[in-house]
């Protein structure tokens, strides 16, 4: 079975996402870089804690997160089939649930027209994340 978690995306976000990995680890999840977070899940098959750095788009009630390497990425797989996870905002955790994928008529609500159009071009993806808050 071939899985798009193990391919080398087609476009070249991965590029930029290498580049700069070591200062999004260091940056995420921190109060004044509200772009970036932090999703802190547990491994379906070890059951070990993991965390990986993404950028979100936050509302009040949900965060979404744009998916460049698709929906079969193990840690996309580990929230789906946790049902939720801990997303490190802006200095803060956020219990998140509900996680379910979307595609770009969904997603583009939640973006302003430059954040769209940055998103687009930077990290291209079919799917994102949309993740609601607890008592959302």
């Given at each position: 079975?071939?899985?798009?978690?193990?391919?080398?995306?087609?476009?070249?976000?991965w590029r930029?996402?290498?580049?700069?990995?070591?200062?999004?680890?260091?940056?995420?999840?921190?109060?004044?870089?509200?772009?970036?977070?932090?999703?802190?899940?547990?491994?379906?098959?070890?059951?070990?804690?993991?965390?990986?750095?993404?950028?979100?788009?936050?509302?009040?009630?949900?965060?979404?997160?744009?998916?460049?390497?698709?929906?079969?990425?193990?840690?996309?797989?580990?929230?789906?089939?946790?049902?939720?996870?801990?997303?490190?905002?802006?200095?803060?955790?956020?219990?998140?649930?509900?996680?379910?994928?979307?595609?770009?008529?969904?997603?583009?609500?939640?973006?302003?027209?430059?954040?769209?159009?940055?998103?687009?071009?930077?990290?291209?993806?079919?799917?994102?994340?949309?993740?609601?808050?607890?008592?959302?």
């Amino acid at each position: 079975m071939t899985s798009s978690a193990s391919a080398v995306p087609k476009n070249t976000s991965w590029r930029l996402a290498r580049a700069t990995a070591p200062a999004v680890r260091v940056l995420a999840g921190r109060r004044w870089f509200p772009i970036w977070a932090v999703v802190h899940h547990r491994g379906r098959v070890t059951g070990r804690s993991l965390t990986v750095p993404v950028a979100v788009i936050a509302t009040p009630d949900s965060f979404i997160i744009n998916l460049p390497w698709g929906a079969g990425t193990n840690w996309a797989r580990n929230v789906l089939a946790a049902g939720e996870c801990t997303i490190r905002w802006k200095g803060r955790d956020h219990r998140v649930n509900d996680p379910r994928i979307i595609d770009e008529a969904a997603a583009r609500p939640y973006y302003s027209r430059f954040t769209w159009t940055m998103a687009r071009k930077l990290f291209p993806a079919d799917a994102w994340l949309l993740l609601h808050r607890d008592g959302s």
